[in-house]
């Protein structure tokens, strides 16, 4: 695979694109404000009940399965943390008869 094919971070992307519009805005400001005013007037033609609508029909229907996913997650992270103990900093596990460890590190 060729490494220069590699695609560019979404970040730096983004920021070259803001930067060629604000060259764009300089070079060109009547240009830029007719397409600006163009595009406020779609927008605004837009019919916002029906974005609203679909955005709120999407949002409750992923809803459920979002939820179900995080209470599983959080389920496997207290059942995890239950069957293992913490780890302090020199590898070795705590036993809750170990009195030598720091009490800072027994979690209830």
Known sequence: MNASSC?????????RLLGDLKAFARREPVQAMAIAVGTGLLVNLLPKRAIVGT????????????LLTLG?????ELCCRST?????PDGNT???SD??????????
């Open 7 to 15: 695609p560019a971070a979404p970040c730096f992307s983004l920021s």
């Open 94 to 96: 705590l036993s809750p």
């Open 99 to 108: 009195s030598s460890r720091p009490s800072q590190w027994i979690t209830p």
């Open 72 to 76: 599983i997650t959080k389920a496997m």
């Open 84 to 88: 293992t103990g913490p780890v302090p």
């Open 55 to 66: 955005a709120t029909t999407l949002g409750t229907a992923l809803l459920h399965p979002v």
